[in-house]
């Protein structure tokens, strides 16, 4: 063991007696220890620092000790979140040689890649309102089992979902999760409690028709209006027209509980003999 010893020795000889004395010190034994730099996924099971912890003479000149393998250093791998956690030192396990020896570290780290997003689940149609529409979506990742949290695990970006139609968003990872997942769902029309419409009009699953009565042949501008304002596409011209007919125009847009009047204006084209047209 290490340490400061005395050393005696005696000599015996006829008539004489004398003894010789020297101290000398053994010194403790130099060693070098080094934790590896690791990498794991975030779904990955802990890695097993001690069984890669390497030690190595720090002593010149001299061999590790065969006593040295007893030595025992415990380093847990109990980080939880993605990100590159450095510095990393074992601790030695107290025993009965660890006096021995001094030690120097070389410290290690573990890097911990973020998971994959798997997926989300569909998102139903949603009633138009007249404002952006921000549904929850329901989203997973590669592990472990069950939803993500939105905001700690990912965040969600809208576009195009005010109005009636299709609706995008994309779905991009945060903290243990990367990539990005994009969907899209519908916004629809549903008829308000009461539609007001000029007369001969009727609707029929957001449609308007109009029944018109032609005097003569002739040609037309139509034109579309609406109050309070909704998206109207239809007939915008007639041509060689005669006696009766119906133009058609799609709506949508059409608020909640709340009356929308729609007009259709027909004007005869200059030129020619003007010709009249009426609603029936």
């Given at each position: 063991?290490?340490?400061?010893?005395?050393?005696?020795?005696?000599?015996?000889?006829?008539?004489?007696?004398?003894?010789?004395?020297?101290?000398?010190?053994?010194?403790?034994?130099?060693?070098?220890?080094?934790?590896?730099?690791?990498?794991?996924?975030?779904?990955?099971?802990?890695?097993?620092?001690?069984?890669?912890?390497?030690?190595?003479?720090?002593?010149?000149?001299?061999?590790?000790?065969?006593?040295?393998?007893a030595l025992q250093f415990t380093l847990l791998d109990n980080y939880t979140n993605a990100g590159n956690n450095s510095g990393l030192v074992p601790t030695l396990v107290s025993n009965e040689i660890n006096n021995n020896y001094t030690f120097s570290y070389v410290k290690g780290s573990l890097k911990i890649t973020p998971?994959?997003?798997?997926?989300?689940?569909?998102?139903?149609?949603?009633?138009?309102?007249?404002?952006?529409?921000?549904?929850?979506?329901?989203?997973?990742?590669?592990?472990?089992?069950?939803a993500l949290q939105e905001g700690t695990d990912y965040t969600v970006s809208f576009s195009?979902?005010?109005?009636?139609?299709?609706?995008?968003?994309?779905?991009?990872?945060?903290?243990?999760?990367?990539g990005s997942l994009t969907g899209s769902f519908k916004i629809i029309s549903t008829n308000p409690s009461n539609v007001v419409l000029t007369q001969g009009m009727e609707t029929c699953d957001d449609k308007a028709v109009v029944n018109m009565s032609f005097n003569g042949l002739g040609s037309y501008n139509i034109t579309w209006?609406?109050?309070?304002?909704?998206?109207?596409?239809?007939?915008?011209?007639?041509?060689?027209?005669r006696g009766s007919g119906n133009l058609t125009a799609n709506i949508s847009g059409l608020p909640l509980n709340k009356d929308v009047n729609i007009t259709c204006t027909v004007t005869p084209t200059t030129g020619g003999s003007p010709q009249s047209a009426s609603i029936i």
């Amino acid at each position: 063991l290490n340490g400061e010893y005395n050393v005696g020795i005696v000599s015996k000889e006829e008539f004489r007696n004398y003894s010789i004395t020297a101290d000398f010190t053994i010194n403790k034994f130099g060693i070098t220890v080094t934790t590896p730099n690791l990498t794991r996924g975030f779904c990955d099971a802990p890695v097993d620092f001690p069984s890669k912890i390497t030690l190595s003479a720090t002593t010149k000149g001299q061999s590790l000790p065969s006593t040295a393998n007893a030595l025992q250093f415990t380093l847990l791998d109990n980080y939880t979140n993605a990100g590159n956690n450095s510095g990393l030192v074992p601790t030695l396990v107290s025993n009965e040689i660890n006096n021995n020896y001094t030690f120097s570290y070389v410290k290690g780290s573990l890097k911990i890649t973020p998971a994959s997003l798997s997926g989300f689940d569909p998102v139903d149609d949603q009633n138009f309102t007249g404002s952006a529409i921000k549904p929850a979506i329901t989203v997973y990742g590669a592990c472990p089992a069950g939803a993500l949290q939105e905001g700690t695990d990912y965040t969600v970006s809208f576009s195009n979902n005010t109005n009636v139609g299709t609706a995008n968003f994309t779905i991009t990872g945060k903290g243990n999760y990367t990539g990005s997942l994009t969907g899209s769902f519908k916004i629809i029309s549903t008829n308000p409690s009461n539609v007001v419409l000029t007369q001969g009009m009727e609707t029929c699953d957001d449609k308007a028709v109009v029944n018109m009565s032609f005097n003569g042949l002739g040609s037309y501008n139509i034109t579309w209006s609406s109050n309070p304002n909704v998206t109207i596409s239809g007939t915008n011209a007639i041509s060689n027209q005669r006696g009766s007919g119906n133009l058609t125009a799609n709506i949508s847009g059409l608020p909640l509980n709340k009356d929308v009047n729609i007009t259709c204006t027909v004007t005869p084209t200059t030129g020619g003999s003007p010709q009249s047209a009426s609603i029936i």
